[in-house]
């Protein structure tokens, strides 16, 4: 059976972060409660599934600071943000930010629990494309270098003679480069592979 | 009454021929008022007595051939001293010369008692005594005294005066002889005018029944009684009419005691009664007034004032001071024959007063003109000036009195007045404060609020689970407990707030306390405003003695003030720091610094005044309620500016005097 989802609270009110913690273990998830932003970074955070419900305005490092930082570190966890104030300028900051939800104090049960399973959702999305990422790399590692730069080359969108040209081989060697590519890639076309150089973040821009 | 005053009247019989007489008190202004003459009389008869006897003296030590011998005036008296109409005559001639003239005379004063001692033998020595006595210091003016004196200066002036002018008074107009018999003579003519007494008892008891006449037995006595017979005859047909007259005192006494009320009581003369004691007329009429059941009238002066209600009468001074006039012209060397050959003194209805009440008779009877004896003056009749002058500086002083009363009353009700209305102010300023405050309060009550719901959602869900996690749900019971009290807790401290309080409650407490109170009130604000809070306490309890939410107040006002100075603070610099220090065994200091916009030099002192504000909502109360209470409990607050940025308030409070360590 999958763990459950661990859901990080930070907030300096402990009647706050303590009944939120009662609630969402009562709705079974697992919590870790932090009265700080910093007691949150310096712990590990595992890579389990889970979110950040965070209060805005703390002593020391505030809720969207804390964000920036996590973001920073790369760290996949959506932020539900809780915060006792209405403050529109903040939610929208945070948001943009890439916060999952900016919620008020006090907060509905059904609300949040809404908004901590789309941010679990959304923290699966992320770790899958993280996967599908991580593997499509392992997939290009496996590319000889010719075989790299001939990928490199097919994805700006070249035909097999300017590459035969470029790398000084054969348009034949080109081809069959391509087919080795497209199959340890696991792509189907050629399309693919462009899709699959976009989503690494190799195709140069313009 | 006044009938104990009878005692006065047994004067002291005089000797013959007494050349230093006794000068009565000439200088009082003889009011009818006996109870006043009663006190002053001894101690002025003493030093006048002493005067004259220096007098007295001086002259007769001037030797006789001396150009300017004192003139010499005899006054002969028919009677004895002890005939106070002859006293009171005298005094009243004495009186008038002296205010007169400055012209001193030898006054001389004789009685030859020619009604106790009638016997021709006396009459013989008394001529040959004054004949004696007139030839060797030769009188400049001869007065003689009473009725009596008039036969004798008929049969004896040529032996003993014969060219001396004579005044003859203290006589009634019909004993005045024909001019012939009695040459170079005026009179001063006083009269016992019976029918006018009668008519005045008539007027003042108009339903009187019977009439009685008492007189005395001596022939003197008889010929007033001739006289009154004379007169009110004609008059008395419808009254039964009685005369006591020779009878013995006592006998007339009761006589008179078993009158009917209905009766009008009239006194003629009396000098003696049927056994030859003597007596004088005022004395009869005390008498009379105290056993007559009826009035006692009398025409014989100075009985009005002894127990006579009433009488038509002169007054014997008055009759003096009129033989002095007459002296005075004579010896100013007027003709006996230009002068009047009667003249007369006043004759008045004279009441006393004492009497009308005593009698309940009515006052309105009283014919006009009269003169009213002793009336009981209220104290305005007799003492109006004074008694106004009294009456006025009473009422200044109670004016006074009543306007500092009233004006103390005003001041009271005015600080009364005045500590309700800053009570009301600190009131105000602190609800200010609540409304400031009110976010953060909305917030940190919001806190435990949306925190037992959350506990109540959890136990919710812990109950419907299989089994129930009834451990579990105890403990969050447990936690919406402790939630609950801090809501509480938050509430009591903003009913505190806004409680309306009309007195101070003063209270021993800590300081370091309310520093810590007003910190955990303050935080969420601070929180949302980005503001940090440090405090630094003094070590151990600093205690002081005052109301707590007042100085809880004063705090809160600076440190709000502190959290506006730093709205516009960069991110992490805005810090507030609370301190407490112990300056001194009996003082403490706390201080509020901020790291804002601090206050320009020249404002430091305006800040603290009301209505002062910078800010858009701003009161212009809370910098001036402030130092208002801290001056209350005997404190001192002030700002000053950083040197690195930002304001420090600081204020001083009295420690209380049981501090421990």
């Not at chain 2, 016992?192 to 019977?210: E, G, S, V």
């Not at chain 2, 309105?364 to 104290?379: K, M, T, W, Y």
């Not at chain 2, 919406?480 to 807790?489: N, V």
Request: hydrophobic share 40%; with cysteine.
């Amino acid at each position: 059976m999958k763990p459950a989802p661990i859901v990080y609270v930070v907030d300096d009110d402990s009647s706050f972060r303590e009944s939120i913690g009662e609630l969402l273990n009562a709705c079974g998830y697992q919590t870790l409660l932090f009265d700080n932003a910093r007691q949150l970074l310096a712990g590990s955070i595992s890579s389990d599934a889970g979110c950040i419900v965070l209060d805005v305005k703390m002593d020391g490092l505030s809720g969207p600071q804390l964000q920036n930082d996590l973001v920073d570190r790369g760290c996949m966890l959506p932020v539900v943000f809780v915060s006792g104030y209405k403050d529109v300028l903040v939610a929208v900051q945070t948001i943009k930010a890439g916060a999952e939800d900016f919620l008020t104090k006090p907060v509905e049960k059904d609300r949040l629990l809404e908004a901590i399973e789309r941010a679990l959702a959304r923290y699966e999305e992320r770790r899958a494309q993280q996967d599908e990422i991580s593997l499509l790399r392992s997939r290009i590692g496996e590319l000889t270098p010719r075989e790299r730069e001939v990928f490199e080359h097919l994805v700006r969108g070249l035909p097999h003679k300017q590459i035969a040209y470029a790398l000084s081989i054969s348009e034949r060697t080109v081809k069959l480069h391509r087919h080795q590519i497209v199959h340890k890639l696991q792509a189907r076309s050629l399309a693919d592979l462009a899709v699959i150089a976009e989503r690494l973040g190799l195709l140069p821009n313009g | 009454m006044a009938w104990n005053r009878v005692p006065e009247f047994a004067e002291p019989r005089w000797t013959k021929g007494a050349d230093v007489e006794k000068l009565p008190a000439s200088t009082v202004d003889r009011q009818r008022d006996v109870a006043r003459l009663d006190k002053r009389r001894p101690t002025l008869q003493l030093v006048t007595a002493l005067f004259a006897v220096l007098i007295l003296l001086c002259v007769s030590f001037q030797p006789a051939e001396a150009s300017t011998r004192h003139r010499r005036i005899y006054l002969l008296e028919a009677l004895s001293p002890a005939v106070l109409a002859s006293g009171r005559t005298i005094d009243g001639f004495k009186r008038r010369l002296h205010e007169r003239t400055s012209e001193e005379f030898d006054l001389f004063v004789d009685y030859m008692e020619l009604m106790r001692l009638p016997s021709q033998a006396h009459l013989d020595s008394t001529v040959r005594y004054l004949s004696q006595k007139y030839a060797e210091a030769p009188p400049d003016l001869l007065i003689t005294l009473g009725r009596a004196a008039i036969p004798f200066m008929v049969r004896n002036r040529d032996i003993i005066a014969p060219d001396v002018p004579t005044i003859v008074a203290n006589v009634p107009s019909t004993a005045a002889p024909d001019p012939d018999q009695l040459r170079n003579v005026v009179y001063v003519v006083s009269r016992y005018d019976f029918l006018k007494t009668f008519r005045l008892a008539q007027q003042l008891q108009p339903k009187a029944q019977n009439v009685v006449i008492v007189g005395g037995a001596s022939d003197y006595d008889r010929q007033w009684l001739d006289d009154a017979r004379r007169e009110l005859q004609p008059h008395l047909a419808r009254y039964r009419t009685r005369y006591f007259s020779d009878l013995p005192y006592d006998a007339i006494l009761r006589e008179v005691s078993q009158l009917s009320k209905d009766t009008i009581v009239i006194l003629s003369a009396f000098l003696a009664d049927s056994t030859g004691q003597a007596r004088t007329t005022p004395e009869v009429a005390a008498d009379l007034a105290r056993v007559s059941p009826a009035p006692v009238y009398s025409p014989v002066a100075g009985t009005v004032g002894m127990g006579a209600l009433g009488g038509y009468a002169d007054d014997w001074e008055a009759h003096g001071a009129t033989v002095a006039d007459v002296a005075l012209e004579i010896l100013s060397g007027k003709e006996l024959t230009t002068i009047p050959r009667l003249n007369a003194s006043l004759h008045l209805n004279r009441i006393d007063a004492r009497q009308l009440r005593h009698w309940h008779l009515n006052p309105s009877a009283i014919p006009s003109g009269s003169e009213v004896s002793f009336r009981e003056f209220d104290l305005w009749e007799r003492y109006h000036r004074q008694t106004i002058v009294i009456i006025t500086i009473v009422l200044m002083q109670s004016a006074v009195i009543s306007w500092l009363i009233l004006e103390r009353r005003r001041r009271q009700i005015a600080e009364t007045e005045q500590r309700q209305r800053l009570m009301q102010v600190i009131h105000l300023n602190r609800t200010a404060l609540a409304g400031a405050l009110s976010a953060s309060v909305v917030h940190e009550l919001n806190q435990p609020l949306g925190a037992i719901r959350n506990f109540a959602e959890a136990a919710s869900l812990h109950l419907k689970s299989n089994p129930p996690k009834l451990q579990k749900v105890e403990q969050i019971l447990e936690s919406i407990l402790r939630d609950d009290q801090r809501a509480a807790d938050i509430i009591e401290h903003i009913r505190e707030l806004l409680k309306r309080r009309t007195e101070v409650d003063l209270h021993e407490f800590d300081l370091n306390e309310l520093v810590q109170e007003v910190v955990s009130i303050i935080s969420p604000e601070a929180l949302k405003a980005g503001v940090e809070i440090s405090t630094i306490r003094a070590n151990g309890s600093v205690l002081v003695r005052g109301d707590r939410i007042q100085l809880q107040q004063v705090v809160m006002n600076l440190a709000m003030n502190g959290i506006d100075a730093m709205r516009n603070c960069a991110p992490g610099c805005a810090t507030m720091s609370i301190e407490t220090v112990q300056i001194d065994d009996s003082a403490i200091e706390v201080s509020v610094s901020d790291s804002g916009v601090g206050i320009p030099p020249h404002m430091l002192r305006k800040v603290f005044e009301t209505f002062y504000t910078t800010k858009r909502h701003g009161t212009g109360l809370g910098l001036s309620i402030a130092r208002t209470i801290i001056d209350a409990y005997g404190g001192k607050l002030w700002a000053e500016n950083r040197p690195g940025g930002g304001t420090v308030f600081r204020f001083t409070l009295p420690m209380s005097s049981t501090v421990r360590a």
